[in-house]
């Protein structure tokens, strides 16, 4: 039989040592994979997290660049907007995976999702409108506004129970990381067993072991940061160089003392006392280290404790460092700042930067509160937007030649203000370049020059009027310097003095007029030099030779003086002959004219004469035969009726009827004479007056006919002679009456009303109406379109109508009715 060798007490412990190191060895797997686990579900649910805020942060873009897009009409904000639009769902769906195993997750995000889709059709829907040129209403603003609330409330829910997940799964992690460092212990401990076991091993190594911890000691010494070791109880165990300079104490002064001891701390702002532990908590930014002989460090210090494996600590290692000049450099660079911004926003001037590529990086709050823009909006090339839309196009040409070569950028352009103004402004750049002369910046100021630009641009427009007035009057004109030498001419003087303008500058006034008018013109301007007084409208003649006539000319001289001294004189030469002989011409016309009215006016005078003689011989002469006539036929028909035979009584009454027809066409024909020839008194006269004044006159008409008036008082005034204008009204309401069917009332309406400086009168009736081919027939003298027997009159009361609303100022014209009748429609001047 092969013999068992047996084997040592060594080699079973080893064995024994290291299958209880594999079982802590397994041990120590299982708690390093649940702790794995545990930290994949914390960075899952962190994963949810940020998902979330990812969604709301999309949700948030897309309304950003619908704003931007609504203030601005910008597409690159359209296509901000699709692109967070777009992002949105896909994020949902994400989380939709990532909560799959959590039901209530799930029923929480249904709601979330819902009301992101509502919010994104509503985005959609304004946006549709903003392209379709429709602005959106208020009521849709503000459904946005409440989904947007809702938004958050579904979201602060999702994220709740991520929250207490996540502290659930922190309690796992931090319970399988006990588990871990028991495990780390067990297997520690083992390991110890085979430290003891294999000592003759350790001992081996023990030599390396001493060097390594020399190494490790020498470079705890020479590293730059200042090093403190202690030991549990406080003591100091270890000092470095750096940390013996700072302290100001050596490192063998050090050992043994507590730290506190070793290391005065106070606080910077109150000068307090304080402690390592403070320092490092929450006063770790205003430490300083008193180093003694007056001397003080602002310190940043760091402690980790020395935690061997599967033991207590066993003491603590301190680094900490001198931050005084750094931190004097953060106090100069931040006060440096300020100083910085405060004198940029009290500059008028508004700077600004942009990238190499001209891309806006940063715009001055004065340019923000100027145009009204969000700051978000200009970044980029939104800051064109203000831009006037005439001026963009070559801003914009001038920024990108200015960014291609790299030369300097001066523009003058116009923007739109928030409160809706457009104002001037002068914008200057200029590139920052590195070593190699490659650009790395633009750096620039805009300025507001509205003030400036605007009586430019007024005194350019005068300018020119100025100019094109200089040029294009017929008058010429001249500025003579103080040597009495041509410094300025127009074109008329030029073609006075018959040469080119341009050869004639520089020589005197007398040497370029032609004779004789040179000699007139010189001494003039020899006597303004002279006395420095103005001399305006200065009127001479000038003889011609031979067959030329003879020229007038008007001069005025006006001296040029500056501070007292003689500058020169302007010189303003037109010549007037034309006009004196058309002056001429008008006074002998005038003369005629005047011989011409004066025989008019006795022809007029003497016809009017006449005129009176004849209407005298009417009225008078031709009317005493009727009344003859008159009383003889009505004589014979009082006193000879028995005798006589009824045909004889008939013609005998048809005489009588005649000769009152006769005298009441005498009598209309006497007023209408009287109407064209009177001279007439315009007052204010109240249209409600005329017409009570003419229903008067016509009261017995009335009573017979039984007609019913409708006029609507109060009635405006009217500029007119008060006589006519009731002769007139009455004419109008006795044909009114007159001329209806048989058996029909008469009904009459009037209306009037103002319309600006006249008065527009209506006078409707339910009478026999005027075909509209008689409607300016009827106006005439004598004009009848119906016979005697049947509507009697004399065909003159019309005629009288139009003629007195002629003389008066005013205007009639006839209109028909659907009902039947006529609608006469006077214009007259209205009364102030």
Known sequence: ????????????????????????????????????????????????????????????????????????????????????????????????????????????????????????????????EKLAGRAPDMATLE?????????????????????????????RVEQGRRELIAAFATTAGVAGLLVVLLWVISSRDAARLLAERARLDATLRSIGDGVIATAPDGTVTLMNRVAEVLSGIPEAGAVGRRLDQVLHLREQDSGRPIRAAEAIGDLFDRAVLIAGEDREYAIE???????????????????FRDVTERNARGRALAESEANYRYTVELNPQMPWKASADGT?????????????????????????????????????????????????????????TADGQVRWVRARANPRRDASGAIVAWYGLTEDIHARKESELALNRRLAQIETIYRAVPVGLALLDADMRLEELNDALADVSGRLKDAIVGMR????????????????????????????????????????????????????????????????????????????????ANQLLEQRVEQRTAQIAEANAELRAFAHTVAHDLRAPLR??????????????????????????????????????????????????????????????????ALRDIETQIAESG?????????????????????????????????VGKGVVPHIQVSAERNGMAVQLSIADNGIGIAAEHREQVFGVFERLHG?????????????????????????????????????????????
Do not use: C
């Open 301 to 319: 210090l760091n402690m980790a404790p020395i935690t061997p494996e599967g033991t207590e600590a066993v003491g603590n290692v301190m680094v």
């Open 788 to 832: 005697e027997e049947r509507y009697p009159g004399t065909g003159i009361g019309l005629a009288i109508v139009k003629k007195g609303l002629e003389r008066l100022g005013g205007s009639v014209r006839i209109a028909g009715r659907e009902a039947g009748g006529s609608v006469f429609e006077l214009t007259m001047p209205a009364a102030d």
């Open 628 to 693: 003859n006539v008159e009383g003889f036929a009505t004589a014979l028909m009082e006193d000879e009726a028995d005798r006589m035979s009824e045909d004889g009584k008939v013609f005998a009454g048809r005489i009588v009827a005649a000769v009152v027809r006769m005298d009441r066409l005498i009598t209309d024909l006497l007023g209408y004479s009287r109407l064209s020839r009177a001279e007439l008194r315009f007052e204010r006269v109240e249209l409600g007056m005329a017409f009570k004044t």
């Open 509 to 588: 006034l007398a040497d370029v007029l032609p004779d004789p008018l040179n000699g007139q013109v010189g001494a003039l301007v020899g006597q303004v030099a002279l006395d420095r007084r103005q001399l305006a409208g200065v009127e001479f003649s000038v003889s011609g030779d031979g067959e030329e006539q003879q020229r007038d000319w008007l001069a005025s001289f006006y001296p040029v003086q500056e501070g007292g001294h003689f500058q020169g004189i302007v010189v303003a030469l037109l010549e007037v002959t034309q006009i004196k002989i058309a002056q001429r011409k008008l006074s002998e």
């Open 1 to 128: 039989m092969k013999s068992i060798t047996p084997r040592t007490p060594v080699t079973v412990a080893t064995i024994v040592s290291l299958l209880l190191l594999a079982i802590a060895l397994a041990v120590l797997a299982r708690g390093i994979r649940n702790h794995s686990e545990s930290w994949r579900w914390v960075a899952h649910t962190r994963e949810v997290l940020e998902h979330v805020e990812a969604t709301l942060t999309l949700a948030s873009d897309a309304e950003t660049a619908q704003r931007g897009l609504l203030l601005t009409g910008n597409p690159v904000f359209l296509a901000d907007y699709r692109r967070a639009r777009d992002g949105v769902l896909p994020e949902v769906a994400r989380l939709r995976t990532l909560t799959s195993d959590n039901p209530r997750q799930q029923a929480a995000l249904r709601p979330f999702e819902d009301a992101l889709r509502a919010r994104l059709e509503l985005l959609e829907q304004v946006v549709r």
């Open 707 to 739: 007609a019913r008036l409708d006029i609507g008082y109060p009635l405006p005034a009217v500029w007119a002679n008060g006589t006519i204008l009731a002769q007139v009204l009455g004419n109008l309401l006795s044909n009114a009456i007159k001329f």
């Open 360 to 416: 806006m990086l940063f715009l001055s709050d004065r340019w923000l509160a100027l145009t009204g823009q969000a700051r978000d909006a200009l970044i980029g090339s939104g800051w064109m937007e203000v831009i006037d839309a005439d001026d963009r196009p070559a801003v914009a040409q001038a920024w990108k030649h200015a960014v291609s070569s790299g030369a300097t950028y001066d523009v003058e352009h116009r923007v739109r």
């Open 143 to 171: 459904s946005g506004r409440l989904l947007k609330q809702r938004i958050l409330a579904k979201a602060e829910l999702v994220r709740s129970e991520e929250r207490r997940l996540l502290e659930e799964r922190h309690l």
